[in-house]
């Protein structure tokens, strides 16, 4: 059994001093050591929700800029394929045009080319219709001499080729 004397007591005495020393001097730092030390992880926490959320925001701002970028991109490129296409346009128009312009210059210059063509053959018609008149009035003869002239006359000039037209 246990004897109750006084070492017993001064132990017991010697126990609650040094429980309320320790409490005193460990414990409570030791508390307030830890008290802090969560309060700082706690602050750190709050502090990487506060970043994390900020650099959401930031991303979900960059994200929107981003699209609006892409859009005014777009918007160019449609811009410029659009200018394009009406340049090509205008530009295909005065092709056209100078075209058209250019065939009915040559069908003027075709025009007065075979007028002038026309006037000239007939100019040679009349040349070549009172040279064999001529000829048949200065030889008035009968109607075999006259045949046989004219024949002779047509010969003369598909081998002269008067006015280098074929009769």
Request: hydrophobic share 45%.
């Amino acid at each position: 059994m246990i004897e109750l004397n006084m070492t017993f007591f001064a132990q017991i005495i010697n126990f609650v001093i040094l429980v309320v020393l320790l409490r005193a001097v460990a414990y409570k730092p030791v508390v307030n050591m830890l008290k802090a030390r969560e309060d700082r992880i706690k602050e750190s926490l709050d502090k990487a929700d506060a970043d994390a959320a900020e650099a959401d925001k930031l991303l979900a701002d960059y994200k929107k800029k981003l699209a609006a970028a892409n859009v005014k991109a777009e918007d160019i490129i449609r811009n410029a394929e659009k200018r394009a296409s009406e340049e090509r346009e205008a530009a295909r128009a005065e092709t056209k045009r100078e075209i058209e312009q250019m065939k009915k210059a040559a069908e003027a210059e075709i025009q007065r080319d075979r007028e002038r063509a026309v006037a000239q053959l007939r100019g040679e018609v009349v040349a070549l219709s009172m040279a064999a008149a001529g000829k048949i009035i200065s030889k008035n003869i009968d109607k075999a001499e006259n045949e046989q002239l004219i024949t002779e006359f047509v010969d003369k000039l598909d081998k002269d080729k008067i006015g280098d037209l074929p009769c």
